[in-house]
Nanobody
């Protein structure tokens, strides 16, 4: 079955960087829209970044210019490089896979499979 396992979270100071990874298994990796979402306590889950099967990317306005989504099809792995981190980036981060494509890439409704999440904490 489809499995998504996130790693790379941790605690950093504001201005620091982290790279999240999402290892996918149970299916042929390429050809699907993949996304990163986050959820802070008391807040709704929000789309952070997505990469569709054609390589097109989408970002939330709050992370544009700071976060970069990428993937390595040979390693079945999705990445999220996060630079210039801010305290408001603190959240649980999840990777997700859509059924195939994702016309609304930052909408959680597009995604069928989810990882368990990795915590990112940014201190001021």
């Amino acid at each position: 079955q489809v499995q998504l396992v996130e790693s790379g979270g941790g605690s950093v100071q504001a201005g620091g960087s982290l790279r999240l990874s999402c290892a996918a298994s149970g299916y042929t990796y390429s050809g699907y829209c993949m996304g990163w979402f986050r959820q802070a306590p008391g807040k709704e889950r929000e789309g952070v970044a997505a990469i569709d099967s054609d390589g097109s990317t989408s970002y939330a306005d709050s992370v544009k210019g700071r976060f970069t989504i990428s993937q390595d099809n040979a390693k079945n792995t999705l990445y999220l490089q996060m630079n210039s981190l801010k305290p408001e980036d603190t959240a649980m981060y999840y990777c997700a896979r859509a059924w195939v494509r994702c016309p609304a890439p930052l909408s959680a409704y597009e995604y069928w499979y989810w990882g368990q999440g990795t915590q990112v904490t940014v201190s001021s």
